[in-house]
């Protein structure tokens, strides 16, 4: 959450915002929002989700003292696959974790803002959102990336769980992945999940998003309340 707000507001500073109204334009936002999800695909999500694959893919009964299973934790998870298949594989799907994650803070920074102007000129007395609203905003917004997204999370997710070929590129693995679940469970299979995964992303949206505005709201006065006491 950290590199997804700081590049996003990163890459928001690069452009020129309007002289009219100093607001950023619409398609700013958007690929603001692509490029921070881009960011953080590369930084973190993807060699964390490879480990989180691999940890909650592993077959083991605790009813068999006997069946042990292969990764004892994520950093034995990380160690153990860098091991056997190469550091790199911690960057299996990295591509389609770059688009889902890209897409995903698009569609959630660019809905947010949509919304949040909207509400504000819904109550033109406001300064500011109560906290509240900026909860519910983030709950929606939230929701929205996941469902813009759900076939490359389920590709990404399968491709991640399966253990490398050797001589066999991503891309063919990839076609040979989406081939074979729609052939034997049809197209409903690339949204399959997505109930849990809207369940685990947009409450974790919302909480950001009004913690998010409301430590920027602290901080923007205590700058303003220096710049006063400069002034005098």
């Known amino acids: 959450m950290a590199i997804r707000f700081s590049s996003f507001e990163f890459y928001k500073s690069l452009a020129k915002s309007s002289p009219e109204t100093g607001t950023i334009s619409a398609k700013v936002v958007f690929f603001s929002g692509l490029m921070a999800g881009a960011t ?49 594989t911690l960057y299996r799907g990295v591509t389609l974790t770059v688009v889902r994650q890209a897409t995903n803070q698009a569609v959630n920074f660019t809905a947010y803002t949509y919304m949040k102007n909207y509400a504000q000129s819904l109550q033109p007395g406001l300064k500011e959102l109560p906290s509240y609203q900026h909860l519910v905003l983030g709950l929606v917004s939230g929701a929205m990336g996941p469902l813009s997204n759900a076939p490359i999370d389920t590709i990404k997710t399968r491709l991640q769980r399966s253990t490398a070929i050797p001589g066999e590129s991503a891309l063919t693995r990839i076609i040979a992945i989406s081939k074979d679940m729609f052939k034997h469970e049809g197209f409903r299979a690339f949204y399959q999940g997505i109930t849990p995964r809207i369940m685990r992303v947009a409450p974790g949206q919302a909480v950001t998003f009004m913690v998010y505005e409301f430590i920027r709201g602290h901080i923007e006065k205590m700058q303003h309340s220096k710049e006063h006491e400069y002034s005098e």
């Open 40 to 88: 953080e695909a590369v930084a973190v999500v993807t060699p964390m989700e490879v480990v989180k694959i691999r940890l909650q893919a592993q077959h083991h009964s605790m009813a068999d003292p006997l069946d042990i299973p292969k990764y004892r934790n994520a950093a034995h998870a990380a160690y153990t696959v860098i091991r056997e298949e190469g550091f790199f």
